[in-house]
């Protein structure tokens, strides 16, 4: 891994410039994996990077899909072999941006699943305190 841009001390009313800094960053089509710990804000900053602040809760949904964007949460999979039936591939024809929280323990059957073409990037996330996070990105 390399990493690409750091940003530090982010608060939550800075994560919509974090977004858009990171679109022009990265190449699509693209995954990107969003790592940190319960609570660092990854769903919370897939509404920022969404733009809608549109995205289902990882209790209801695994997959969603808003205009050129497929989120994933995969807190729930238990092991790589329930990937093949998320049938991802369908879900990423004509998509830019492919974000998945929890992925990083499924990189390589992920990078089987999409295929060549998809670059693959880690936004590692860590917490400071309360408020304030620290934002990695990594090109894997």
């Known amino acids: 891994m390399s990493l690409v841009r750091a940003w530090k001390k982010v608060l939550e009313s800075d994560l919509a410039n974090i977004a858009i800094e990171l679109k022009e960053v990265v190449q699509p089509p693209c995954v990107i994996i969003l790592d940190g710990p319960v609570g660092a804000g990854k ?3 897939t509404r920022a ?3 809608k602040g549109q995205t289902g809760s990882p209790t ?3 997959i969603n899909e808003l205009e050129n964007i497929v989120h994933a949460d995969l807190m729930r999979i238990e092991k790589k072999e329930e990937l093949i039936h998320l049938e991802i591939p369908m879900y990423l024809d004509e998509k830019d941006y492919f974000l998945v929280e929890w ?3 499924y990189l390589h059957e992920l ?3 999409v295929g060549d073409e998809w670059k693959f990037y880690q936004l ?3 917490i400071v305190n309360e408020k304030t996070r620290h ?3 990594n090109k894997i």
Request: a neutral charge.
């Open 43 to 45: 769903t919370t900053f």
């Open 49 to 51: 990077f969404l733009e």
């Open 60 to 62: 209801y949904s695994i």
């Open 103 to 105: 992925g990083m323990p």
């Open 111 to 113: 990078q089987k699943i």
């Open 124 to 126: 590692k996330i860590e």
């Open 135 to 137: 934002f990695f990105l």
